[in-house]
T-cell receptor
Framework: KAGVTQTPRYLIKTRGQQVTLSCSPI?????VSWYQQTPGQGLQFLFE???????NKGNFPGRFSGRQFSNSRSEMNVSTLELGDSALYLC?????????????FGPGTRLTVL | AQTVTQSQPEMSVQEAETVTLSCTYD???????LFWYKQPPSRQMILVIR??????QNATENRFSVNFQKAAKSFSLKISDSQLGDTAMYFC??????????FGKGTRLSVIA
């Protein structure tokens, strides 16, 4: 079974621009979570989607948004990019929402904001 | 809020030796799940092992095993017969029902030939 895929793998943007990242979960997985990883803050939760509904949201400004499609694929969008948004963005999928499900991660999208 | 602490920012071990990575967490919950993830230089986060808090038996996956001490809120990872491919960042993570993973800051492990 194919793993979690994320596109693009690398992205360079300038301040003020917006960006959209994509995540395709493992086949049959319906929950998708997004995390931001930076050297200073470590791994921080952004949001989780299950059956096209946002179920959990982390402590990030409204510039960060996401959505999930009927095929469970998910996108996250960051508007008005800031230098501090430079990070590795990781997507993880699991079968259902719930503590019993292990999350499997994709390779990440490395975003650089200049 | 739950917190996860990994007190060893960096560790090194000789190839074929055994190493233990420490992790402590803080929670008032009784039912939860604990994980160790490995992130090699390729940046792909890989699940190493998971432990259900209601299970007293320590989880084991080949050369990887945990020492889960629920009362002490401790969850250490032991890697036996270390291999060069074990070189990576290791993250301890906590999860309770209906909430996202909470990660520690990570331990950078170097396996030396």
């Amino acid at each position: 079974k194919a793993g979690v895929t994320q596109t693009p793998r690398y992205l360079i943007k300038t301040r003020g621009q917006q960006v959209t990242l994509s995540c395709s979960p493992i086949s049959g997985h319906r929950s998708v979570s997004w995390y931001q990883q930076t050297p200073g803050q470590g791994l921080q939760f952004l949001f989780e989607y299950f059956s096209e509904t946002q179920r959990n949201k982390g402590n990030f400004p409204g510039r960060f948004s996401g959505r999930q499609f009927s095929n469970s694929r998910s996108e996250m969008n960051v508007s008005t990019l800031e230098l501090g948004d430079s990070a590795l963005y990781l997507c993880a999928s699991s079968i259902r929402q719930g503590a019993s499900d292990t999350q499997y991660f994709g390779p990440g999208t490395r975003l650089t904001v200049l | 809020a739950q917190t996860v602490t990994q007190s060893q920012p960096e560790m090194s071990v000789q190839e074929a030796e055994t190493v233990t990575l420490s992790c402590t967490y803080d929670t008032s919950e009784n039912n939860y799940y604990l994980f160790w993830y490995k992130q090699p230089p390729s940046r792909q986060m890989i699940l190493v092992i998971r432990q259900e808090a209601y299970k007293q038996q320590n989880a084991t996956e080949n050369r990887f095993s945990v020492n889960f001490q629920k009362a002490a809120k401790s969850f250490s990872l032991k890697i036996s017969d270390s291999q060069l491919g074990d070189t990576a960042m290791y993250f301890c993570a906590f999860m309770k029902h209906g909430t996202p993973l909470v990660f520690g800051k990570g331990t950078r492990l170097s396996v030396i030939a």
